[in-house]
């Protein structure tokens, strides 16, 4: 089985930054796509952040500029690097991967629990 792991969440004050991590584990035979997904109160989850396996990255409008995903492949671990936080980017975040488990087995999706950002003063 998979298991992603989030980690870095808390609460901010408005301006200031947080580092997010996410690390999967288990039967990671390949792993094709790492990601980053919010849910704020009352809001349907959307697509924040996107790292395709070929290294291009995709953004929210809302977080351009101001979000960075990266990876480090060998330690299976996707980041979020989230600067100039608002209010509104309160929410939980959520680690999406798709990931083969063995040679030869189709590509499943996998999430992670979730871990909470607060940016309020």
């Known amino acids: 089985q998979v298991q992603l792991v989030e980690s870095g969440g808390g609460l901010v004050q408005p301006g200031g930054s947080l580092r997010l991590s996410c690390a999967a584990s288990?039967?990671?035979?390949?792993?094709?796509?790492m990601n980053w997904y919010r849910q704020g109160p009352g809001k349907q989850r959307e697509r924040v952040a996107i790292l395709s396996s070929g290294g291009t990255t995709t953004y929210a409008d809302s977080v351009k500029g101001r979000f960075t995903i990266s990876r480090d492949n060998a330690k299976n671990t996707v980041y979020l690097q989230m600067n100039s936080l608002k209010p509104e980017d309160t929410a939980v975040y959520y680690c999406?991967?798709?990931?083969?488990?063995?040679?030869?087995?189709?590509?499943?999706?996998?999430w992670g629990k979730g871990t909470l950002v607060t940016v309020s003063s």
């Open positions: 288990g039967s990671t035979f390949n792993i094709y796509t």
């Open positions: 999406h991967a798709v990931i083969a488990t063995m040679k030869g087995i189709a590509p499943m999706n996998y």
